[in-house]
């Protein structure tokens, strides 16, 4: 469903070598593409593909911590963590509103999801066990986020690059809170350690899948860095951040499960073991521990919450009538 009109529906129309090589030239000088700018129809399939996951993986990323907000141990954790999955929340309506500039309907964004259609990051098809695996998510799973993320604030696409400058500054305090979780359990009882390593080698593995599939592997790649939306590969973002993560894990006194872990002084990088691949293409598939659940409470959630779309819009065409009919006293 098409919502923006010509401008959006003069990019499907059939490509033109040298308006494709102008569109090439902004690009490489660093231009922003704007809404109401020409831009080629791969291009746009592109960005709603990679914004529109985006945006899911924010809804749906709600659930796992969202189950863990009446069990935090204090008050003061409930609140953090509600504060957190409200963030969330707030991120996947600016990703939404980023997607209709593109001329896509949020509506059918949500269906898609509903049907199976788009997917969502397979990091949040794992359960959340333990109150350490809400320390975990933070430092890790938001750790990856923001490495993932903070590249995209110089995105080609000037919607998409505003909304992530916003969200990467709250995803920061996401990980630091997960990271300050992870501080007190490692420095508590031998059970609150022991439930701390149990976390880390449970989500150590599927948190580097999240940054999708090696290099070699990758549909998608080539294009979006030629088009400057995204800045690095998936090999580059993810070794950064195992540089970044491995010795904030062994300051927390933890292991990683992978016993080819090791610092390579030449390179300066840690090396980490083979990541098992058809793990990742099973939960991406939608044989993963949690991947029906998920989707089963999204649909229930979309399907408890027609009643207030509906009152909305209701009220947004009362009000659209009211003014209208305003508008034309004024001109009696």
């Given at each position: 469903?098409?919502?923006q009109?010509?401008?959006?529906?003069e990019?499907?129309?059939?490509?033109?070598?040298?308006?494709?090589a102008?569109?090439?030239?902004?690009?490489?000088?660093?231009?922003?593409?704007?809404?109401n700018?020409?831009?080629?129809?791969?291009?746009?399939?592109?960005?709603?593909?990679?914004?529109?996951?985006?945006?899911?993986?924010?809804?749906?990323?709600?659930?796992?911590?969202?189950?863990?907000?009446?069990?935090?141990?204090?008050?003061?954790?409930?609140?953090?963590l509600l504060?957190?999955?409200?963030?969330?929340?707030?991120?996947?309506?600016?990703?939404?509103?980023?997607?209709?500039?593109?001329?896509?309907?949020?509506?059918?964004?949500v269906?898609?999801?509903?049907?199976g259609?788009?997917?969502?990051?397979?990091?949040?098809?794992?359960?959340?066990?333990?109150?350490?695996?809400?320390?975990?998510?933070?430092?890790?799973?938001?750790?990856?986020?923001?490495?993932?993320?903070?590249?995209?604030?110089?995105?080609?696409?000037?919607?998409?690059?505003?909304?992530?400058?916003?969200?990467?500054?709250?995803?920061?305090?996401?990980?630091?809170q997960?990271?300050?979780?992870?501080?007190?359990?490692?420095?508590?009882t031998?059970?609150?350690?022991?439930?701390?390593?149990?976390?880390?080698?449970?989500?150590?593995?599927?948190?580097?899948?999240?940054?999708?599939?090696?290099?070699?592997?990758?549909?998608?790649?080539?294009?979006?860095?030629?088009?400057?939306?995204?800045?690095?590969?998936?090999?580059?973002?993810?070794?950064?951040?195992?540089?970044a993560?491995?010795?904030?894990?062994?300051?927390?006194?933890?292991?990683?499960?992978?016993?080819?872990?090791?610092?390579?002084?030449?390179?300066?990088?840690?090396?980490?073991?083979?990541?098992?691949?058809?793990?990742?293409?099973?939960?991406?598939?939608?044989?993963?521990?949690?991947n029906?659940?998920?989707?089963k409470?999204?649909?229930?959630?979309?399907?408890d919450?027609?009643?207030?779309?509906?009152?909305?819009?209701?009220?947004?065409?009362?009000?659209?009538?009211r003014?209208?009919?305003t508008?034309?006293?004024?001109?009696?």
């Amino acid at each position: 469903m098409y919502t923006q009109g010509l401008n959006t529906r003069e990019a499907a129309a059939p490509g033109d070598p040298a308006r494709e090589a102008r569109f090439q030239a902004r690009i490489d000088a660093e231009t922003k593409i704007e809404p109401n700018d020409w831009m080629p129809e791969a291009y746009r399939r592109t960005l709603v593909r990679q914004i529109a996951q985006h945006a899911h993986s924010e809804i749906v990323g709600m659930l796992p911590e969202g189950n863990w907000i009446t069990r935090a141990p204090s008050l003061k954790r409930k609140a953090a963590l509600l504060a957190k999955v409200q963030d969330e929340g707030g991120h996947g309506l600016y990703l939404y509103a980023a997607a209709e500039t593109l001329g896509v309907a949020r509506e059918d964004l949500v269906e898609a999801l509903l049907a199976g259609k788009q997917k969502y990051s397979s990091i949040f098809n794992y359960p959340t066990l333990t109150w350490a695996d809400i320390g975990v998510i933070g430092w890790l799973v938001d750790g990856a986020a923001i490495m993932n993320q903070i590249p995209l604030c110089r995105c080609s696409f000037g919607p998409y690059a505003r909304a992530m400058i916003r969200i990467c500054k709250e995803e920061s305090f996401h990980q630091r809170q997960g990271y300050e979780i992870m501080v007190t359990l490692s420095r508590g009882t031998s059970e609150q350690k022991a439930m701390a390593q149990d976390a880390l080698n449970r989500w150590w593995w599927p948190v580097l899948m999240m940054f999708g599939p090696s290099d070699k592997e990758s549909q998608h790649t080539d294009m979006a860095m030629r088009w400057k939306i995204k800045r690095f590969t998936n090999d580059e973002l993810r070794q950064k951040f195992v540089d970044a993560t491995v010795p904030q894990g062994h300051y927390l006194g933890l292991k990683f499960p992978d016993p080819k872990l090791k610092f390579d002084d030449a390179t300066g990088h840690w090396e980490f073991g083979d990541i098992d691949w058809s793990e990742f293409k099973r939960v991406i598939a939608g044989d993963g521990p949690c991947n029906r659940e998920r989707i089963k409470a999204r649909r229930a959630a979309h399907n408890d919450g027609a009643w207030v779309r509906e009152a909305a819009l209701a009220f947004a065409e009362k009000r659209r009538a009211r003014a209208q009919g305003t508008m034309q006293v004024a001109a009696e």
